[in-house]
């Protein structure tokens, strides 16, 4: 089992990203398509890459926005996703359980180089995984094949015999492209009992 940490083992960072975009009264979604315009070169990009840190990352992106045509105070937006970012019980639960039934469990994420006050958290967080998965470390980014495949890496799992959960279209149909089974996760409840619908277990092994 893969999983992918904001937005579905955390709460979502578009969530954040979306009320601080209505507290600036600037069009819905305008953060996200400036992280899509910018592509593999983009701020974004290289933050989650690991080629930025969060001090070259912030002027970097503030700029981009604002040749977008809406201004935004990076550190701030980053500061309020970071506190958004607290972990949800049932996804956390499942987890436990999938391991305790004997399954390998690994999050892949893109992340970004902390800048040391949420490492406590993170390494509570990373206890609960046989494998974890980051693109700030490993260099790799979803929707980049690569990543998936160094996650299968790490399982010792081939594609096809992997499920992946994540809330991003764009990162699941890479997934799927691989050959593995995807579940996209918009609401947490619903997205395990679709997960133990695949693995054939009861639900309740799953809470």
């Known amino acids: 089992m893969i999983f992918d940490l904001g937005g579905v083992v955390l709460d979502s ?4 990203i979306a009320r601080y975009e209505a507290e600036l009264g600037i069009p819905a979604g305008h953060v996200n398509r400036v992280v899509l315009a910018g592509g593999p070169g983009g701020a974004w990009a290289r ?3 690991g080629e930025l840190g969060l001090a070259a990352f912030e002027p970097a992106f503030e700029r981009e926005c604002a040749e977008a045509g809406h201004a935004i105070c990076a550190r701030e937006m980053m500061l309020r996703i970071g506190a958004a970012s607290a972990p949800r019980p049932a996804m956390v639960r499942a987890i436990h359980g999938l391991r305790r039934l004997g399954f390998a469990v690994a999050a892949l994420t893109n992340n970004w180089a902390s800048d040391g ?3 406590t958290a993170l390494s509570e967080l990373r206890a ?5 998965v980051e693109s700030s470390v490993v260099g790799l980014r979803k929707p980049d094949p690569r990543i998936y495949l160094h996650a299968c890496e790490a399982l010792g799992v081939r594609p096809n015999e992997a499920v992946f959960l ?5 990162n699941l149909k890479a997934a799927r492209e691989l050959g593995m089974t995807t579940i996209k996760v918009e609401e947490p409840a619903a997205a395990l009992a679709e997960l133990a619908r695949v693995l054939r277990l009861e639900a309740s092994a799953l809470a």
């Open 13 to 16: 960072p578009l969530q954040a």
């Open 47 to 49: 933050l989650e890459r």
């Open 117 to 119: 006050s949420s490492d």
């Open 128 to 132: 609960a995984f046989d494998a974890f």
């Open 166 to 170: 994540d809330d991003i279209g764009r």
